[in-house]
């Protein structure tokens, strides 16, 4: 069975940094494309950043410039430096990975369990 694990949130005052990881485990043969995606209360979840297996990526125009999105293939992991943090940036931040199971024939969308990311102003 396949699990994302997400780590790295807090509480950080704004202007501040911090990192998140989201390490993928199981029996995976492959990995696609993984992203971060975050949900604000009362607000829809939505796409931050997204980064591809060969390195392409994507951004949210709100964080473009304050994020980056990286992975280490070898490592099943997928990183968001996020910097000069804003109050809105307070959310539920979620690892989401498109990937392939040792046992299955088709690629799955998974999800992580969420870390949380406060942002004092």
């Known amino acids: 069975q396949v699990h994302l694990v997400e780590s790295g949130g807090g509480l950080v005052q704004a202007g501040g940094s911090l990192t998140l990881s989201c390490a993928a485990s199981?029996?995976?043969?492959?990995?696609?494309?993984m992203g971060w995606y975050r949900q604000a209360p009362g607000k829809q979840r939505v796409l931050v950043a997204t980064?591809?297996?060969?390195?392409?990526?994507n951004y949210a125009d709100s964080v473009k410039g304050r994020f980056t999105i990286s992975r280490d293939n070898a490592k099943n992991t997928v990183y968001l430096q996020m910097n000069s943090l804003k109050p809105e940036d307070t959310a539920v931040y979620y690892c989401n990975a498109d990937l392939l199971e040792a046992s299955s024939w088709y690629y799955k969308n998974y999800w992580g369990q969420g870390t949380q990311v406060t942002v004092s102003s």
């Open positions: 980064i591809t297996s060969g390195g392409s990526t």
């Open positions: 199981g029996s995976i043969f492959s990995i696609n494309a």
